[in-house]
């Protein structure tokens, strides 16, 4: 690796060995004050040199790209993590959690995902996939006091192990029908004299769509999603249904963007993920009453929605799933961040009995939750329906009606679990107890998470023009 492509590399750079120093640190002083402080400092630095230092070179070492789709991605996580930090900020001090071990996991998983919105290369998409699974298989469990934690992280290992298999399987079959890991090269060798996928090369493709499936919960295998997400502390399932889902996704753009149609011999199977996903999810949250099991179905129905925008294979399917991940990884983060604002002695607020009559107690908080969960049904004037609404346009111009409709009904019902959650809020209950009043921190979180929605959804335009910039 050349001098030009450590330049290249400069903010995965100070995310891995801030994340080391840290980590290190962490073994002889146990004051977490600082070291959060050490970690929410390197993810901002991580973001500010990608958004500051031009790299001297497209690609580094063959394998990650270095334009400006892989810095925007790489900015956006590294201020997912210093968010991340911030939110587990209390939840590290009061469950005394290992401040080195747990901030440097947080960093380690951006810096993974970083990479995996960059990979160019098969081999690349599958380490930095793993780098920031083998961190979250850490976190999610990371309260051994707690018998769901250790539940969580138990399924999401096993589950994940399993998705690590067929992606390693789906990549060695299209290697072996190729014999190139290079995209878009391996695409144009996999193609036979007719233009179709040889058989070798849609097998793998196939694998590698069912292990995308796992990581990012399309049904059927979706299965883990509500259990892994009770069980992990709030502030890591805010994370974990952000980051980790969204890095998958915003590979899938990079790839196929870069690749061409790769989807063509696979788009009855891909829209019948997409429909079957949205409806899973949609009817699978209207029975719940625990808000993280509900939230748990709702970020399958929305990754059923991204999965129309990438269905598209078009540039303005392109944008508009770059910018509904955008728009998601905010508002989810800071639905998770009230909750874990919440928190104290007696755990996190998660049953529909404990949430209600809440919006009393904590108004404010409260009404940051109803104008994010709103925003995540895709009510007009927030940034959820504008991330809606380009996904349906695009949806439209490609010709998928009837997933169009589909997509609408699953938002339609969507808004009955979310205006439930909503009316319970604020319904009186003299027993409603009040909950932790939160630390700056988090208060600094909502406020930022609130106000990206509201403007987002206000001026749509300024996000959408940099990212049509910056599309491969």
């Known amino acids: 690796m050349s001098l030009s492509d450590l330049l290249a590399m400069l903010p995965i750079l100070i995310l891995a060995f801030g994340a080391t120093a840290i980590l290190m640190a962490g073994a002889w002083y146990r004051e977490p004050l600082p070291l959060l402080a050490g970690g929410i400092v390197t993810a901002l630095l991580g973001a500010l040199s990608a958004g500051l230092v ?46 080195g071990e747990y901030v440097s996991l947080v960093l380690y998983a951006a810096a993974g995902m970083a990479l995996l919105s960059s990979a160019t290369h098969l081999v690349g998409l599958f380490i930095a996939l793993e780098t920031f699974t083998l961190a979250f298989y850490i976190l999610i469990a990371s309260n051994r006091n707690c018998a769901l934690a250790a539940e969580a992280g138990l399924k999401y290992l096993l589950l994940g192990a399993v998705a690590t298999g067929f ?42 769509l069912i292990a ?16 892994v997400y009770q069980g992990a502390p709030a502030p890591v399932t805010g994370l974990l249904a952000t980051g980790s889902k969204g890095a998958v ?69 392109f944008a508009a799933t770059t910018f509904y991940v955008v728009v998601y990884v905010v508002t989810s983060l800071g639905a998770f961040a009230v909750i874990a604002s919440l928190a104290d002695g007696r755990g996190e607020p ?27 049904a895709g009510l007009p004037a927030t940034a959820g329906f504008m991330a809606k609404f380009a ?37 009186p209950d003299e027993k409603a107890s009040s909950w ?14 609130s106000s990206a929605v509201l403007v987002l959804g206000l001026f749509p335009g300024l996000l959408f023009g940099l990212i049509r910039q910056i599309l491969p």
């Open 54 to 99: 031009t790299p001297p070179v497209p690609e580094i070492a063959g394998l990650f790209s270095a334009g400006g789709y892989a810095r925007f991605y790489t900015i956006l996580w590294s201020l997912l993590a210093a968010a991340g930090l911030m939110t587990g900020s209390r939840y590290i001090i009061e469950k005394r959690i290992g401040a």
């Open 212 to 227: 995308v499936g796992f990581k990012i919960s399309l049904a059927p295998f979706h299965l883990w999603t509500p259990d």
């Open 436 to 449: 932790h009043q939160g630390s700056v921190f988090e208060h600094t979180v909502l406020a930022v998470c």
């Open 167 to 208: 992606m390693a399987f789906g990549i060695a079959l299209i290697y072996a029908a190729s014999g190139s890991l290079v995209l878009p090269d391996a695409v144009m060798r996999l193609k036979a004299e007719t233009g179709e996928l040889q058989a070798w090369g849609l097998l793998g493709w196939g694998m590698i």
């Open 350 to 376: 998660m049953t529909f009995d404990q949430w209600r009559g809440l919006g009393y107690r904590h108004p404010v908080r409260c009404g940051v939750l109803v104008l994010l969960l709103l925003s995540l």
């Open 249 to 317: 996704v915003a590979a899938l753009v990079g790839l196929l963007a870069m690749s061409g149609p790769v989807w063509n011999d696979l788009t009855d199977l891909v829209w019948l993920l997409a429909a079957l996903t949205m409806l899973a999810g949609a009817f699978g949250a209207l029975g719940q009453s625990n808000l993280k099991r509900l939230l748990a179905y709702s970020s399958v129905t929305h990754m059923g929605t991204l999965l129309v925008g990438v269905l598209c294979q078009t540039s303005e399917g």
């Open 391 to 427: 996904v349906f346009h695009a949806a439209l111009q490609s010709g998928y009606i009837g997933l169009l409709m589909i997509g609408i009904l699953a938002s339609v019902i969507s808004f009955a679990f979310y205006l439930r959650v909503t009316m319970l809020l604020f319904q």
